[in-house]
């Protein structure tokens, strides 16, 4: 793993609840390389509402760790915005384009239709 990864809420969502060991190797082997992970805000909304109670402890694991970085979207409203789309796509996207680091999902399909210039999608297996 080079450089650094963002996370849609598909892959938030599958290391916190779970079901996914290659999610959690991703979250932790970039813990132990110094690997910044970046999360945009909309996908940490959407995965929270979409986790159980039981699994929202895990993804405030995923929020304090020390190679987290969540990418507000306050900065980014109006380009959010105009991209079309969901907000947490959109976000997504635009958060991997402008650091040119891969977006991992554990959903591809949500990106079908989508404008994906300059954006290397890595889906979980």
Avoid at 12 to 17: E, G, L, P, Q, T
Avoid at 30 to 51: D, K, N, R
């Amino acid at each position: 793993m080079i450089g650094g990864r963002v996370l849609d809420a598909s892959m938030i969502v599958s290391f916190a609840s779970g079901h996914s060991v290659y999610a959690a190797a991703l979250v932790w082997t970039a813990v132990e390389e110094g690997i910044v992970l970046a999360v945009p805000s909309t996908a940490v909304a959407e995965a929270w509402a979409g986790l159980p109670d039981k699994d929202q402890p895990v993804l405030n694991v995923l929020l304090q760790l020390p190679v987290t970085v969540v990418d507000d979207l306050e900065r980014r409203a109006r380009t959010v915005g105009g991209l079309g789309g969901t907000q947490p796509e959109a976000h997504a996207l635009l958060c991997a384009r402008d650091r040119g680091w891969p977006l991992v999902t554990a959903d591809a399909p949500r990106y079908l239709g989508t404008d994906l210039v300059g954006v290397e999608v890595e889906q979980l297996p």
